[in-house]
C-alpha cells in the first residue's frame, strides 16, 4: 500500500511539473509566433484556428496578471472570429470569466503608444459588431455570457497611458 501511495505521489508531481512546463512552453510559442496565431485566429477556415485557439485558451485557464494581459486580445479576436466556440470554453468556468470580464478594459483596451490607439478602437468595434449580430442568431447558445461582454466592452473606452 505504502508502494502505492508512493507511486501514486510521484505520478502526480510529475503531472503537476508538466502542467507548468507546458504552460511555459504555450506562452513561449505565443510570444514567438504573434503574427501567425493573429492570422490564425482571423479566419476560423485557416488550418491552425484550432491549434492556436486551444493553446490560446488553455493560457487563460492558467493565467496570472501578466498571461492576461498577452493572452486577451488573441482571445478577443476569437471570440470575433467563432463567438459560440470561444464563449462556449469561456462558460465552462465562469468564476474565471466574470474575473477576465472585470479586467477586460485594462488587459486590451489600454495603449502604451498612440499608434496603438486605432487599431484597439478598430478591434472594439469589431468585437461589439461580433457579439451584437451573434446574439440575434436564434441558435446561439451563449447568449448570456456574449450580452454580459457586449455590456463590458460597450462600458470600455480605449485609454492611452501617459
Do not use: C
Amino acid at each position: 500500500m505504502i508502494r502505492l501511495l508512493l507511486a501514486l505521489s510521484v505520478i502526480l508531481s510529475a503531472f503537476t511539473a508538466s502542467a507548468g512546463s507546458l504552460t511555459e512552453a504555450n506562452m513561449g510559442w505565443l510570444t514567438q509566433h504573434p503574427k501567425q496565431i493573429q492570422e490564425a485566429l482571423s479566419d476560423a477556415e485557416n488550418r491552425d484556428f484550432v491549434p492556436s485557439l486551444n493553446t490560446v485558451l488553455a493560457l487563460w485557464q492558467h493565467r496570472d496578471g501578466a498571461i492576461t494581459g498577452e493572452v486577451s486580445p488573441y482571445l478577443v479576436q476569437g471570440i470575433i472570429t467563432a463567438p459560440e466556440l470561444v464563449l462556449g470554453a469561456l462558460e465552462a468556468h465562469p468564476e474565471s470569466y466574470s474575473r477576465w470580464l472585470k479586467q477586460l478594459s485594462g488587459q486590451v483596451f489600454t495603449a502604451i503608444d498612440p499608434a496603438q490607439v486605432e487599431p484597439l478602437n478598430q478591434m472594439k468595434l469589431a468585437l461589439e459588431s461580433a457579439l451584437a449580430s451573434y446574439i440575434i442568431q436564434p441558435d446561439a447558445s451563449h447568449t448570456e455570457s456574449a450580452k454580459r461582454l457586449l455590456e463590458q466592452v460597450q462600458a470600455t473606452t480605449v485609454y492611452m497611458v501617459d
